[in-house]
């Protein structure tokens, strides 16, 4: 693979794949003509942040003349139909809020649900603490 400096250089956004993304969150493209560029992702929504993985085609802005690093605009692909389900993800911890309800999902498998009433279940051990229990 060829390597980003002044040759390979392309105006304009070109499209690329992912080759891996870096434990910093940069990610590493190939464009079309087979040069890498070390890239930072455009984050349009921190409530929605893009996740890609390696083999996606993206959109890339290309690195310019002083260094800086190229910009991942998005990923590339066909209009989908939503079904119904939304998938997020995170590596340490997700948080889920609405009103005085909370679920707070954390990287080690523990979950914490607060709220005014709460219905749950777990496959291992649960835990409940509230001004009052109800179980079955």
């Known amino acids: 693979m060829k390597s980003s400096t002044g040759a390979g250089r392309v105006e ?3 499209r690329a794949r992912v080759l891996r993304i870096e434990d910093d ?3 590493v493209v190939e464009a079309a003509n ?10 349009t929504s921190p409530l929605a942040p893009l996740v890609l993985q390696a ?7 290309p690195p310019d003349a002083t260094g800086e690093r190229g910009i ?3 990923r590339l692909g066909g209009a989908r139909a939503g079904d119904g389900r939304v998938e997020l993800a995170a590596k340490s911890e997700l948080v889920l809020r609405c009103g005085k309800g909370k679920i707070v999902l954390r990287a ?4 914490a649900i607060t709220g005014l009433d709460i219905v749950s279940a ?7 603490k509230g001004g009052s229990v109800e179980i079955n």
Do not use: P
Request: proline letters at 0%.
């Open 55 to 61: 083999g996606e085609r993206v959109l890339v802005l």
């Open 122 to 128: 777990a496959e291992r051990r649960q835990r409940i």
């Open 12 to 14: 304009g956004a070109s």
């Open 108 to 111: 080690d498998g523990r979950v």
């Open 72 to 74: 991942v605009l998005g």
């Open 34 to 43: 087979g040069v890498e560029w070390t890239c930072e992702l455009l984050e």
């Open 25 to 27: 969150g940069d990610v």
